[in-house]
C-alpha cells in the first residue's frame, strides 16, 4: 500500500501522527483487550485440538470405550470439537460487540474527525 | 476439500464393467440448467464492474452472511463432499478427524486473522504483507505463494473434475474427460472474466445453498430410516460392514508409526492452513467493514461445521445402507459413497441433483481460485512490481481479465496433464504450502512489533521452498505404490505432508531472518498498521452504485 496513486494518504507524510495514537490510553486498552482475548484463546483451542489429534493418533482404544450404545468416546470428543468451536465463536463474537467494537468506533471516529482530510476515499466512495 | 480418495484407501479406479446407476442424461441436464441459471445472474450482476474495487472486491458491497456463504461455497468443495463422505463409508472414524481439522481452523481466521486483514488490506494478502515493510521484496514473495497455491489448487480441481465426470456422467475414456476438463475450464473463464469478484460470489452463494441443502435432505433421510439415534446407524455402518472398528480412529492411519506421524503433520497443515489459502484472504474484501468480516467468518463456521455434521451422517449411512464392498466396486470408487446413497434414496432424481451440485461445486471453487491468481498478478507482480504503481486502475483490471484466460488455458492444460494424478497430493500440497509459506508471515506481521522485511523474505521463500522440495521427495512422488514417478525411488522423507517440518521451520526463519537483519523497519509505518487493523480508521470503503 501507499505506493499506490490515489490511495488514502497514508503512504507519504500521513496527516496523523499514528505513534502518537498508539501511545493513547484508549488505543492501548483497545489492544490489550483485543490480545488478552484472541491470544489466550487461540493457545486453548490449538491445545484442545492437537490434544484430541494425539488421543484419535496414539490412543485407539481409549477412543474406542464405549459410552452409550454404539457410541464411542471418541465420536464423544470429536463432537465435542465442533461443540467448543461454536461456543468459542459465539463466545468471541459477543465479546468483541461488548468490549472491542465500541473502543475501536469511538477510537475511528476521533481520528477522522481530527484529520478528515487523511481518510478521504480516494475514489469519493463512488466512480 | 481435501480429496481423500488416494490418501489412504488404496482403490483400483474405474474396476472391470460395473453398474452404471442414473441416469448421465439426467446429470447433465440438471447441471446444463444450474450453469444456464448461473450465468444468469453473473450477467445481471456484470453490470457494475468498473473499477478495480468493482472487479477484484465486489465493490466491497457483501453483505457478511452473503460472504459467509459464498466462503463456504467456496471452502465445500467437491472432494470434501465426496471425499469426506466416502472416506467415512469405507474408513470410518478417520474420515471424521479431517473435517475436525477443516472446522476447527477457522478458529484461526476468526480470532487472528479476518478482521484485522480486512482493515488494512485493499484487494490481496500482498497488501497486508507489505503494509509496513519494503515494497518490492515482500509483495513479489507473496505474489508468487498465492500464485503457487492457487496453481496446485486449481490442478487438483481441474484433475478431480475428470475423476468426477467419470463418475457421474459415464465418461471413461481419457478423451472424454479432457474434453469435460475443458469445458469446465472455458466455462469458468466467461463467469470470471463477465463477474469478475460479484459474479463469482454469487456463483458460490448459489453452490453453497443448493450443496448444503442437498446434504441435509440427504442426512435427514438417512437419519429418518435409523430412528433419529445415532447409535443405531453406528450400529447398522458396524453390521454391514461387519468391523466395529469403523466407529473408532485407526483404521487408516492406525497402521505404523509412520502414518500416524504422517496424521499429525496433516493435521498440523489443516489446522494451519485455512486461514493462509489466498482465495479464502480474498473474500474478507468483499465486505464493507471489519465487523461485516467477523459476521461472515461466524456464518462461514456454523454453515460448514453444519455441512461436516451432515457429512459424519452420510458416509456412516452409506457404510449402513450400500457398504464398503458396492461403494469400492463403483466407477469412481471411494469418491462414489455420497453419489450412490443418493442413488438408494431418491432414485436417478436425487443422483442427478446431487451429481449436479458436485460438478457445479468444482466449477465454483475454480473460479474463486482464478480470480484470485489473476488479482495477485494484475495488483501485486503488474500494478506494483512492474509498474511501480504508475497504472490506472482500468489498465490494472484489463490485466487481471488477460491474466483470468491466461490462468484458465493453463489449468485446462494441466487439469488434463493431471488426470489420474494423485489429487490428494496437489491439495495437501497446497494446504502445507499456505500454512508455512504464508501464516507465519501474515501473523507475525500483525502481531510483531519488531518484524522487519528480511524475516518476511526468509519466512515466505523458506516455507515455500522447503514444503515443496520435501513433498518431491516424499513417497507421494517417487518410491511408493501410488507415486507419481513410478520406477524411481529418491523418497528420502518418510511423509507424504510436509507440515510438520516446514511450518515450524517457516516460524523459526521468519525470526531468525528479523532477528539477524540491521535494517530496522519506519515505526510509523507500522503503528499506522497496528492502529488501523484494530480501529478500522482510513479502511477501504464500500463503493455506493
Known amino acids: 500500500m501507499g505506493s499506490h496513486p490515489g490511495e488514502p494518504a497514508a503512504g507519504s507524510g500521513p496527516a496523523v501522527d499514528f505513534t502518537e495514537v498508539q501511545q493513547t490510553e484508549q488505543f492501548r486498552e483497545l489492544r490489550k483487550r483485543h490480545r488478552s482475548f484472541v491470544f489466550p484463546m487461540a493457545v486453548f483451542f490449538l491445545l484442545w485440538y492437537f490434544a484430541y489429534v494425539l488421543l484419535a493418533d496414539y490412543a485407539h482404544e481409549f477412543m474406542a470405550t464405549p459410552v452409550v450404545g454404539n457410541i464411542n468416546i471418541g465420536i464423544v470428543l470429536g463432537l465435542l470439537q465442533f461443540v467448543s468451536t461454536f461456543a468459542i465463536t459465539m463466545w468471541y463474537v459477543s465479546y468483541a460487540n461488548r468490549r472491542l467494537d465500541p473502543i475501536a468506533a469511538n477510537l475511528r471516529h476521533e481520528l477522522e474527525e481530527a484529520a478528515p482530510e487523511a481518510f478521504i476515499d480516494p475514489s469519493g466512495g463512488k466512480k | ?545
Open chain 2, 1 to 545: 476439500m481435501i480429496p481423500l480418495v488416494s490418501a489412504g484407501v488404496r482403490v483400483p479406479l474405474q474396476t472391470a464393467e460395473t453398474t452404471t446407476v442414473g441416469s448421465p442424461l439426467l446429470n447433465i441436464t440438471i447441471f446444463g440448467l444450474f450453469v444456464a441459471i448461473t450465468l444468469v445472474i453473473v450477467l445481471r450482476a456484470s453490470r457494475n464492474n468498473k473499477t478495480a474495487a468493482d472487479y477484484y472486491a465486489a465493490g466491497r458491497s457483501f453483505t457478511g452472511g452473503q460472504n459467509g456463504t459464498a466462503i463456504a461455497g467456496d471452502y465445500l468443495s467437491a472432494a470434501s463432499f465426496l471425499g469426506i463422505v466416502g472416506a467415512i463409508a469405507i474408513n470410518g472414524y478417520d474420515g471424521f478427524l479431517y473435517s475436525i481439522g477443516f472446522l476447527v481452523a477457522w478458529l484461526v481466521a476468526l480470532l487472528l486473522v479476518a478482521e484485522l486483514l480486512r482493515n488494512t488490506g485493499k484487494f490481496t494478502m500482498a497488501d497486508v504483507l507489505s503494509f509496513r515493510l519494503k515494497q518490492r521484496p515482500v509483495r513479489i514473495a507473496a505474489a508468487i505463494t498465492t500464485l503457487a497455491v492457487c496453481f496446485f489448487y486449481l490442478l487438483a480441481q481441474m484433475a478431480g473434475a475428470g475423476g468426477l465426470v467419470s463418475l457421474l456422467l459415464g465418461i471413461d475414456d481419457r478423451l472424454g474427460q479432457s474434453l469435460v476438463i475443458t469445458v469446465v475450464g472455458v466455462l469458468m473463464i466467461m463467469y470470471v472474466l463477465i463477474g469478475g469478484m460479484k459474479g463469482t460470489t454469487w456463483v458460490q452463494i448459489i453452490k453453497a445453498c443448493l450443496l448444503i441443502a442437498g446434504a441435509f435432505i440427504m442426512t435427514v433421510w438417512v437419519l429418518v430410516l435409523h430412528d433419529f439415534n445415532l447409535s443405531t446407524l453406528l450400529g447398522a455402518a458396524i453390521e454391514t460392514s461387519g468391523n466395529a472398528a469403523i466407529t473408532s480412529p485407526g483404521l487408516q492411519y492406525g497402521i505404523s508409526a509412520t502414518t500416524r506421524l504422517d496424521f499429525l503433520s496433516l493435521a498440523l497443515a489443516l489446522v494451519l492452513g485455512t486461514a493462509a489459502l489466498p482465495h479464502v484472504l480474498m473474500r474478507f474484501y468483499t465486505v464493507p467493514t471489519a465487523k461485516e468480516a467477523r459476521r461472515s467468518v461466524v456464518w462461514a463456521i456454523w454453515l460448514i461445521g453444519a455441512f461436516y455434521l451432515f457429512t459424519l451422517v452420510l458416509g456412516y449411512g452409506a457404510s449402513a445402507l450400500i457398504g464398503s464392498d458396492r461403494i469400492l466396486a463403483a466407477p469412481g470408487g471411494v469418491n462414489s459413497a455420497a453419489p450412490l446413497l443418493a442413488y438408494e434414496l431418491g432414485g436417478s432424481i436425487l443422483l442427478g441433483l446431487i451429481s449436479a451440485v458436485a460438478f457445479a461445486t468444482i466449477l465454483a471453487v475454480v473460479a474463486g481460485l482464478t480470480i484470485t491468481a489473476a488479482a495477485s498478478f494484475a495488483h501485486d507482480i503488474y500494478a506494483s512490481v512492474i509498474r511501480k504503481g504508475k497504472v490506472n486502475p482500468d489498465g490494472e483490471v484489463k490485466v487481471a481479465r488477460r491474466t483470468v484466460v491466461v490462468i484458465g488455458l493453463l489449468s485446462i492444460l494441466g487439469g488434463i496433464g493431471a488426470q489420474g494424478q494423485n489429487v490428494a497430493f496437489l491439495v495437501a500440497l497446497a494446504f502445507a504450502v499456505a500454512a508455512s509459506a504464508n501464516l507465519p508471515t501474515i501473523l507475525y506481521s500483525l502481531f510483531w512489533r519488531k518484524f522487519n522485511t528480511q524475516g518476511a523474505v526468509w519466512s515466505m521463500y523458506g516455507g515455500l521452498g522447503s514444503a515443496i522440495l520435501l513433498i518431491a521427495l516424499s513417497p507421494v512422488v517417487s518410491g511408493g505404490e501410488k507415486s507419481m514417478i513410478q520406477g524411481a525411488d529418491f523418497s528420502v522423507f518418510p511423509l507424504s505432508n510436509p507440515g510438520i517440518v516446514s511450518i515450524p521451520l517457516a516460524f523459526f526463519l521468519g525470526w531468525l531472518g528479523t532477528t539477524l537483519s540491521k535494517t530496522a523497519e519506519d515505526p510509523m509505518k507500522q503503528a499506522e498498521m497496528e492502529v488501523r487493523s484494530l480501529t478500522g480508521v482510513g479502511a477501504e470503503k464500500a463503493t455506493d452504485h
